[in-house]
Structure formats: structure tokens, C-alpha cells
């Protein structure tokens, strides 16, 4: 009986509607719902009682249609009865029924399914009502657009930042963090090597070390160095990636994978010495390879590719 | 409106113009400082990295950015040049919306966006007076325009680096 929850006007029922309030069912539809909310529609005095009995049996057609929300009592015609006629007698003041009492309760319970079952709502719903779960503060409203923007912005980062496939925002905008770190250090270090710095900077790397780097015969002289560079080195990777690169490029170093330096050392000088993990290789364009021993081969950082860096 | 939103304006210049804008300060420091010892190293490099960032800042469109000009007064700070007044108001204005802010809505900002932000904001220059959304568009302006130099860079050095 009470089956259908849509807005489908029949037009059977009409005239019958017709005669206590000369209106039509669109009319009658149009009339709820444009009505601010239904809680204070629904503490309307009941309307008299006056002709209820002629109504019965077309009302109940009629309200078979018009009903929106899950009614409370299905199964007694009489109060289905009532509940229609509460829900549709608001503007209207339609003849309640004999139970003044039984309307009034329920029609409360209409109010408390109204107000309740959000999702059971028409579209034609007046803007008051928010979203589900949401106020209409202004306050809140403003947050979630800034919220919004602020989710747009970081995609856009991530897609510019490589290694952006993290899901986490706090572990997103350390990546992004860190990439520009990385990109300032990039600039720092390219900005050494450059313009006849290599003669200083080999120089340096003369007075620093010991014993030059460049043209040494002696091996010996080369792995104490070199050991003593690669202690401090692995000891600073394994905290930060960042300040290994700065004492590297102090010394006037810069790490790149093997294979890479052993063409470079190739086209330049004939390697020295044997390579083991990998290999640190001075910036200026003499060429002589230190090894550097350090179980992290997966790490590499180098000047000249595009920056790919692959934290351990 | 999350839609209207949809095209930041990220774009920037092509390489050749940043390569011009660094080579254009690359050859103003040889003439000023011809080829120095190696005591001063340090300090040449310094100056090479500035004429970095600072090309950088010019090329990637002046002050049409918060960051680039934040730079470009940081630099001309540098250079005795006295220009704070604007920098410490804009200091002060963010300081003082952020308490009105949070007077109206304590718990309203995401604490752990904002905490990162902290952090980002150090690295990006000009980033003490902005608002996080606003920070994000900076500072993915400004990692284009990094990677960008980096590249010029790289390129300078493959170039004129000897066989």
C-alpha cells in the first residue's frame, strides 16, 4: 500500500483532492516542498475535524504518492491515514482524522523521520540544510575550501618532484622538502666546479688530502687517503645524505656509479687503482679515481646526470 | 570554484633565457674580479652562487614572484643597499593575521601541514610572509626555476669543462 516513495501524481485521485481544498496535486507537491523546513510546518494546530469520513478511501490513494519518508506504521490504514494527511495538511489544514492525540504523536514521529533521514530527502530541498556531516558555518566553510586549495597545490608538487608516488601528505611535503634542498645543494656545487675553479679546486684538494690526489704513483699514499675519506664519508651517509655531498664537495668530490667513472677515467688517465663499491671522483677535469668502500652501492648522487637521486 | 583554480600559472621561461641571464652575470663578475688566488676561493664561489640565484630570480620573471623578490632584495641587502622596511611589514602583517586567525579558530588549521610548512618556508626564500597555499604555488614555481638553473649549469660545465 504504502510502497511507492516517488512523486508520481495520479490523476484519479485528483478531483477527489479537489473537493475539501481546491488545489491539484502539483500544486499540493510543489506547496510542501517549497516549505521551509518541516519541523516548524508540522507544529501546526490540527485542523477541525470536520468531513474526514469522505476522504478516507481517495486520501489514502492519493497519499500513497505523495508520501516521502518511511512512515513509522505501515500496516494500519488509519494511521498511514493520518500521517499523509499531517504530512500534506501543513499549508493546507486538511482535516486531521477523529485521533487528535494519535496525530499529534505521530506526526512527531514524522518530524523525527524527516529531520533523521537525510538521505530520503527530494533534491527540491531548501538550501539550508548542509551537506551530511557538515555545518553551514562560515568558518568551516572557508577551512575546507583552504583545504581544498592546499590538496590541489601538493598534487601539482608531486608531480614535479620524482619519487612522488607517496600517498602521505606529511611524507609528500618531506620529499618535497628534501628535493629542494637537494636542487639548492645541486646549484651550490655547480656553481664550484665552475669557471677555472677546477685549477683552485684542485688545488685544494692538494693541501686537504694530504698527499695529491692527482698524478700519485704511490698507491699506498693514495688508500690512506682515500681510507680516511671514506670512513668519514660512510659515517656522514649514514645520517644524511645531504651533509656527506657537502663534505665531498669540500674536498672537491663528488660520487657517481662505477661504470660511469671508469669511462670517464678511461678516456682521461688509465685507472690506479682497483674498484671497490663506489668511486669518488674529483670535479676537476684531471682525473684521478679514489675508492671509496662502502656497502651502500644502491646511492648515488652525481653532478653531471639530471638529478636522479636515489636515497638509501 | 576548486575547478576555476585548476590552472595555476606554473609556467616558466625556456632555458636559453636563463642561460643569457647567467652568462650575462657570469662575465659582469670576471670583469669586476679577475681570475684571484686560491686563498679566495671560497669567497669566489660564493659570489658564483649568488650570480646564480640572483640570474635565476631575474630570468624566471622579476618580481612577478614573492620568492624571486625575496631574493633579489636579500641580495641587494647584501650590496648596502637599504630596502628592509617593506620585508619586516610584510613580517609583521603575517604574524598579526595569524593570531586573529587562530583567536577565531584555534584548532581549524591542520597541524601537521602547518608543522611541515614551518620547515619549507626556510628553504624557500621569501617565505615568511605566506600563507601555505600560497607557499605551495612559490615553491613549485621555484623548483621549476632550481631545476631549470641546474640544467643551464650543467650544461655550462659538460660545455667548457676540457676533454
Known amino acids: 500500500m504504502n510502497s511507492s516513495s516517488l512523486l508520481t501524481p495520479s490523476s484519479s485521485s485528483s478531483p477527489h483532492l479537489q473537493s475539501p481544498a481546491t488545489f491539484d496535486h502539483d500544486d499540493f507537491l510543489h506547496h510542501i516542498f517549497s516549505s521551509t523546513p518541516w519541523p516548524s510546518v508540522l507544529d501546526d494546530a490540527p485542523p477541525p475535524t470536520s468531513d474526514i469520513a469522505g476522504f478516507h478511501h481517495h486520501d489514502a490513494d492519493s497519499r500513497n504518492q505523495i508520501t516521502m519518508m518511511p512512515l513509522p506504521s505501515h500496516h494500519h490504514p488509519n494511521d498511514s491515514l493520518f500521517n499523509g494527511l499531517s504530512a500534506g495538511s501543513l499549508p493546507f489544514h486538511l482535516p486531521q482524522g477523529s485521533g487528535g492525540g494519535q496525530s499529534q504523536s505521530q506526526s512527531q514521529a514524522t518530524a523525527s523521520t524527516t529531520t533523521g533521514g537525510t538521505t530520503v530527502q527530494p533534491q527540491t530541498k531548501p538550501k539550508v540544510r548542509a551537506r551530511r556531516g557538515q555545518a553551514t558555518d562560515p568558518h568551516s566553510i572557508a577551512e575546507r575550501l583552504r583545504r581544498e586549495r592546499i590538496a590541489e597545490r601538493m598534487k601539482s608538487l608531486q608531480e614535479l618532484v620524482p619519487n612522488g608516488n607517496k600517498t602521505d601528505k606529511a611524507s609528500m611535503l618531506d620529499e618535497i622538502i628534501d628535493y629542494v634542498k637537494f636542487l639548492q645543494l645541486q646549484v651550490k656545487v655547480l656553481s664550484m666546479s665552475r669557471l677555472g675553479g677546477a685549477a683552485s679546486v684542485s688545488s685544494q684538494i692538494s693541501e686537504d688530502a694530504g698527499g695529491s690526489h692527482e698524478n700519485t704513483s704511490s698507491s699506498g699514499e693514495n688508500q690512506t687517503a682515500a681510507k680516511m675519506t671514506e670512513h668519514q664519508v660512510a659515517k656522514l651517509m649514514e645520517e644524511d645524505m645531504g651533509s656527506a655531498m657537502q663534505y665531498l664537495q669540500g674536498k672537491g668530490l663528488c660520487l657517481m656509479p662505477i661504470s660511469l667513472a671508469s669511462t670517464i677515467s678511461s678516456a682521461t688517465c688509465p685507472p690506479r687503482n682497483p674498484f671497490v663499491g663506489d668511486a669518488a671522483v674529483p670535479l676537476s677535469p684531471n682525473l684521478s679515481t679514489t675508492t671509496i668502500a662502502n656497502g651502500n652501492a644502491s646511492s648515488l648522487v652525481t653532478v653531471k646526470d639530471a638529478p636522479s637521486v636515489s636515497k638509501p | ?163
Not at chain 2, 66 to 79: F, G, P, T
Open chain 2, 1 to 163: 570554484m576548486a575547478s576555476a583554480n585548476k590552472t595555476i600559472n606554473t609556467d616558466v621561461p625556456a632555458k636559453d633565457i636563463f642561460a643569457l641571464h647567467f652568462l650575462q652575470s657570469l662575465s659582469n663578475l670576471r670583469i669586476q674580479n679577475p681570475l684571484n688566488s686560491p686563498e679566495e676561493t671560497t669567497d669566489r664561489v660564493k659570489k658564483i652562487k649568488m650570480a646564480a640565484y640572483i640570474s635565476m630570480a631575474r630570468a624566471a620573471g622579476g618580481t612577478n614572484r614573492l620568492w624571486s623578490r625575496a631574493l633579489l632584495r636579500r641580495a641587494s641587502k647584501e650590496n648596502n643597499k637599504i630596502n628592509r622596511f617593506s620585508r619586516r611589514k610584510r613580517k609583521v602583517t603575517w604574524q598579526i593575521s595569524s593570531e586573529r586567525r587562530g583567536r577565531r579558530s584555534s584548532n581549524r588549521r591542520a597541524p601537521v601541514v602547518e608543522e611541515v610548512a614551518e620547515r619549507l618556508r626556510n628553504f624557500v626564500p621569501g617565505g615568511g610572509g605566506m600563507e601555505t597555499s600560497k607557499l605551495m604555488e612559490e615553491t613549485a614555481h621555484y623548483i621549476k626555476c632550481l631545476s631549470m638553473q641546474v640544467k643551464v649549469m650543467q650544461c655550462l660545465v659538460d660545455g667548457l669543462s676540457p676533454k
